[in-house]
């Protein structure tokens, strides 16, 4: 739909204005209905274990479009603080004319007002009022509040909103800001991430976490109200935030710089591991070397996985948790985060399989997915994913039993809420839905009150407990399904190391000295490859800190978080381990800033 560019008075202009902000929320979740599928799609293919360029190709096209979908909100809320603007400026200015004469070719503008007075200079007189008015921010309900939140707050005794405004992270996520005059001067609350859908809900830092409120059907619902994810800032703290948030980014980027000199010690001693490795392994140099790094990089990520799965589960009751680590010693005795060469019985039980099953489903497992017949990739969901896919398998019945622990559930209801996530979620755009089988509304209202389960692994909020349970699920799979990749991997590199030449000990000795020099940078470079080169906190007034972060990238460059710390937070708390944090550029963390110290009122009028 275009905006229509023929209209005249100030209705026809507000709703052009309000056609185009329909037209960009339509795009938006056509957008994202795309970028739904090609995601899920990739992490399909994925599974299948197609070609690594395939997959980032998909995953590139799924980004793009959760780009656009990003721009396109951002073009939305624009739109509305145009129309914001216009009914505070131009539209004032309009309506003052039509006042005056409602038409400038009507006779009572030619004529006058009957007293001697022309008409025209009554028009100029309400043009001036309204004009001075529009510029002072008088002579509308909003005034600088961009976001019509002053309705909607929780606010205390004697406080007023003073402004608000906003700022979309790269993923579409808001930061939402309110400038808040009270008894105990301004205060700003800054509320990051708030979710689109949940913008009309947010109420500020003061408000109850969860609020019933009666919905467009007449019934009773719980929404999210972003308290928990909202700060309360004194003014002179957050008129202090671009500082701050220099500070980090200055910090942030002469952390890159050491990074980007680690990766080229990387590849010198790379380059002169491969030149030894050729006596050792001549024409295999890049292969023995390839094993040796596989086999590090798949021991490295399943520990990981194993730190993200302890997070949760040590928020077990006791009870619960005993029941668990009995479970574990069972699982652990087949092969920790690899199978063991010697232990195929122990490893065929945790599978839930005979032995028989299990040396099976390793042969087929390592049959390329392109080479597989339609019957072997059966007969493969059978066994590895308990008759579910790569994308969603069946646990064995002990991971089966600690994930139902952990997500509150007994083992009849985990093994439905498998079956039920099997079943693709119903996408927003309808033509998505047509030729296939989708979660009907009742479905989906069973998963959605066997996720929301009481009992076992808990967060703050709904949205954390979700990210807990949701993390320690994608990595309990994630584990089981890679311990024979390592397992694998493992055995390759004994085999290379059995069919290695000799070499001289001047040529040992070298090798052996580039090769820890070569595990040091590798070391380095994973200490800082995916973790914070700098960060700041600053005091909350509702309690907690907000909390700013540099996060390094793997490939270079840097991404800039911003998270709130709860004031009951544990010592393992860390940005993102509870919700997901406003994640964007430093262009964009500038913007947040800018817009809290215009809040506390240091600086221009706030945008939206």
Known sequence: MLMNLEV???????AAFGQAVTAAADWADEVAGVAGVLAEAADWYEGLQMAASTIRYLHSAAHRFSAAQTALTTAQEQLLAALTDFS????????????????????YVLVGDGAGRPALDLVEERLMTATRSAQRGEGTKEGKDRLRVSGQMALRPGERV????????????????????????????????????????????????REVVVNEDGEECAVDTGADATVVLAAADAARLPEVVEDIIARAVKADRRFQQVVKDYERLHAARTLLEGARHPGRAQEAIGLDERVRQEARTQQQRRCHIERAVERLNPADRAVYDERQRRIDAGGRDAWHPDADAEAAEV?????????????????????????????????KHGGGTALHPGLPPLLAEQAALVCGLTLAEYREMEALERIPKRSKVEHYNRGRRVRTHAEQARLDELDAAPGGV????????????????????AHHASKAK??????????????ARPLDQTTVAELDR??????????????????????????????GTLVVEALQEEDGGVSYRVDRQPADADEDWSVG????????????????????????????????
Request: charged share 20%.
């Open 8 to 14: 005249a008075g100030p209705d026809e202009i507000r």
């Open 458 to 477: 808990t967060g703050a909020t709904p949205r954390a407990t979700d990210k807990l349970r949701g993390e320690y699920l994608s990595m309990l799979r």
């Open 514 to 543: 580039v090769t820890a020099e070569l595990g040091v940078v590798s070391v380095r470079h994973d200490e800082m490859a995916g973790w914070a080169s700098a960060s700041a906190e600053i005091p909350a007034r509702n309690g």
């Open 577 to 608: 381990s509870a919700t997901d944090p406003f994640t964007t550029t430093a262009g964009g963390l500038r913007k947040v800033a800018k817009l809290a110290r215009e809040l506390a009122g240091a600086g221009e009028s706030p945008g939206a």
């Open 351 to 383: 599978c839930g399989l005979t032995v028989d099953e299990y040396h099976e489903m390793r042969g087929l497992d390592r049959i390329p997915y392109q080479q597989r017949t339609a019957a072997q990739s059966a007969r493969l969901d059978q066994l």
């Open 486 to 499: 390592l397992a694998d991997a493992k055995a390759a590199q004994a085999a290379m190391d059995a069919t």
């Open 88 to 107: 505070t400026h131009d539209g004032q200015v309009a309506e003052a004319v039509a006042d005056a004469g409602y038409n400038l070719a009507s006779a």
């Open 162 to 209: 003073a402004g608000s405004g906003s700022v979309a992270d790269i993923s579409g996520a808001l930061a939402l800001a309110a400038a808040v005059d009270g008894p105990e001067g301004r205060q700003v609350h800054l509320g990051l991430p708030i979710y689109p859908e949940d913008k009309p809900s947010w109420r500020g830092g003061h408000a109850p976490s």
